[in-house]
Each structure stands twice: as C-alpha cells, then as structure tokens.
C-alpha cells in the first residue's frame, strides 16, 4: 500500500464519519465495545497475553545487550 493511497483512504474515512454524525458515531462506540467486551474476544485477549508472557519468560536471561564500552548488560524483563 503506498502512502498517498493510505493519506486518502483516510481523508475518506474522515469525510464519511464527519457526515454520518454523532449519533453513528455513538452506535459503532456501542457495538464496538460490546464486540470487545464479549467473553469470546476477552478470552482470546487473555490467551495473548498469557503467550505473550510465556515468550518473555522463555528468552529472559538469555538476552543481552553491549553498551558503548562493550560490556554486557542484561536486558531487565517486562510484566505484562
């Protein structure tokens, strides 16, 4: 995709939702969250987040890093 056909995808995206108003505003926040809070989608969240925890446990400690003076340095790890 190249950057002027995204710039104008966007535009259009802008234009739309700015005649659609408020109200279409307010209904797709509506089912958009309803959509993010269904017990399918929080379930496939926590799925992710538990895979996503495991890979940062299983490369823990075997990644490092040389600063400016050539000494290694462990990365600290991040909680998800």
């Known amino acids: 995709m ?6 104008l995808g966007g535009i259009a995206g802008y234009v ?6 408020r109200d279409r505003y307010e209904q797709i926040v ?10 399918p989608v929080r379930c496939g969240v926590t799925k992710a ?8 446990d299983s490369v823990k400690g075997r990644v490092k890093h040389s ?8 990365i ?4 998800f």
Do not use: M, T
Not at 30 to 39: I, T, Y
């Open 30 to 39: 509506k089912l958009s969250s309803g959509v993010w809070n269904s017990k």
């Open 49 to 56: 987040q538990d895979a996503a925890a495991s890979a940062v």
């Open 16 to 21: 739309l939702g700015a005649r659609a108003g």
């Open 67 to 74: 600063n400016a003076d050539d000494e290694a340095i462990d």
């Open 76 to 79: 600290p790890a991040v909680d």
């Open 2 to 7: 190249s950057v002027k056909s995204f710039i």
